[in-house]
């Protein structure tokens, strides 16, 4: 068990860092003395969070890549290292989701979605393990979800995704404690972010939609999860609860999973 002790003079690569989760991971990050690079897609939305870390008094870089294209991870990990000249903290969060019947799931975007979810934070932990390895310290945070701890109709291949990444974490964990490289597991339940979209809003129960916290919140319970050396958070924590409930009595789990999210899906038999 090895917590992150200290911010200040540090450094993070934070993916899917232009908005939700990532963006305010890396500005309470940046808040906190670390020096973070800003990683997606969209520069500008970057430059917009990079632009607020700075006038808040933080340093922050804009690293265009989309985490999807290996070559892309690659090039922009070799940038980032060079830029940064260390790398203590990696935190693997870019990734989206789609809700839909696995049915109506195109080929193509499940393919992509493994890409994006599972490849993409496989890449980056390949990229900056020689550099963590080589000091003897590092600290990575994978994003996975509830939904990697629970399947869930509406969301098979992301589950699936997040399954992987549960999975990698709990097992890189076992390995990279030996080398000084704590690997911690996320499981957000819901946090109010774009990934949340009107289509997506449609096809949810309404107490799921009672239950989304803001990404303050969520974020700063991640950094406590962080500092204290845990492998694995659950937020909010009392979700985790549900986890027990399914392996104590997973018949009436079922049902009660069922009843909960069928009823919102018109297409289910369609
Ligand atoms: N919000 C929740 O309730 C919740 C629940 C469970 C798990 N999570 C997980 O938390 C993480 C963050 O989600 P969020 O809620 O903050 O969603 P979000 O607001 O939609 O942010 C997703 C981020 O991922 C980036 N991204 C997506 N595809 C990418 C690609 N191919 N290459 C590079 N960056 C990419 C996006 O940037 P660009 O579009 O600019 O590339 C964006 O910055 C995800 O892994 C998600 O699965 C969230």
Known sequence: MKGLPDYAGRTAIVTGASTGIGAELARQLARRGMRVALVARREAELEQVAAGIRAAGGDAIVVPCDVGERASVERAAEGTLGRLGRIDLLVNNAGYNTHGLFKDHPVDDIERMFRVNVLGQVWWIKAVLPAMRRRGEGWIVNLSSVAGKLGQPDEAVYASTKFAISG?????????????????????????????????????????????IEPDVFCAAVLRALERGDYEVTVPRHVGFSYVFRLLVPGMFRRATARMRLPVLPDLTT
């Open 168 to 212: 990698l974490s709990e097992s890189l964990a076992y390995e990279f404690d030996p080398l000084g490289i704590h690997v911690l597991c996320v499981h957000p339940a819901v946090v109010r972010t774009e990934m949340f979209t009107p289509e997506v809003l449609a096809r949810m129960p309404e107490v799921a939609k009672r239950a989304f």
